[in-house]
C-alpha cells in the first residue's frame, strides 16, 4: 500500500512541480491583463488582453498598471522621480524643457508645475479628454505600479509587441 502511494505521488510529481512553476510566474513575473475604457484610445481601443511584466525597469513612455484603492489603472508614464513636471496650453514640460507629446488624443489639461520624489512617477492617459490620471489623482508612487506592458496577446490581429 505504502508503495502504491509513493508511487502515484513520483508519477504526480511532475504535474505538481508544472503547476508550482505557472503560479510562481503568474505570481512574481508576468501575468494578463485585460484593458478595460477608453483612456488610453488610440493606442488602446478598451478591449485588449496583455500581458504585464512586473519586474521591468520603468522608463519614460512605458505604459503602466496602477493599483489605486478602487481600480486598476493603465496609463502611460511622462514623469520619472526627482523630474518637475509641468502642462501648459497642452504642453508638457518636464524640468522646464517642453517635450514631443506623439501619444496625446484631445487637449491635455493645465497642471501646475510640481517637483516628483524619489519614489514618485507622473502618469497619464493617451485619450485626455475622459482619462483619470495624475491631473486627478497625483502623482503615483512607484509601489503602486504593478508593472508595464507593451505586448497584447487578444485580439489576435493586433498580436505583438505595442510601437513607441
Do not use: C
Not at 502515484?8 to 484593458?35: C, D, G, Q, S
Not at 500581458?51 to 486598476?72: A, C, F, P, Q, S
Not at 497625483?138 to 506592458?149: L, S
Amino acid at each position: 500500500m505504502k508503495e502504491k502511494i509513493i508511487k502515484n505521488i513520483k508519477e504526480l510529481m511532475p504535474y505538481i512541480i508544472i503547476l508550482l512553476v505557472i503560479a510562481f510566474v503568474r505570481t512574481f513575473i508576468i501575468t494578463p491583463i485585460k484593458v478595460n475604457g477608453s483612456s488610453m484610445f488610440q493606442t488602446l481601443n478598451g478591449k485588449e488582453y496583455m500581458l504585464l511584466n512586473k519586474l521591468g525597469h520603468i522608463d519614460r513612455y512605458d505604459i503602466v498598471v496602477v493599483d489605486t484603492k478602487d481600480d486598476e489603472l493603465i496609463k502611460r508614464v511622462y514623469g520619472l522621480p526627482g523630474e518637475k513636471i509641468a502642462i501648459q496650453n497642452s504642453n508638457i514640460y518636464i524640468n522646464d524643457k517642453k517635450i514631443e507629446d506623439k501619444y496625446a488624443y484631445g487637449n491635455t489639461n493645465s497642471y501646475d508645475a510640481i517637483t516628483l520624489k524619489e519614489d514618485e512617477y507622473f502618469v497619464l492617459g493617451d485619450n485626455r479628454l475622459v482619462s483619470l490620471d495624475s491631473r486627478t489623482i497625483g502623482p503615483v508612487k512607484k509601489k503602486n505600479i504593478k508593472g508595464t506592458t507593451d505586448f497584447i496577446i487578444y485580439p489576435f490581429n493586433r498580436f505583438g509587441i505595442l510601437k513607441k
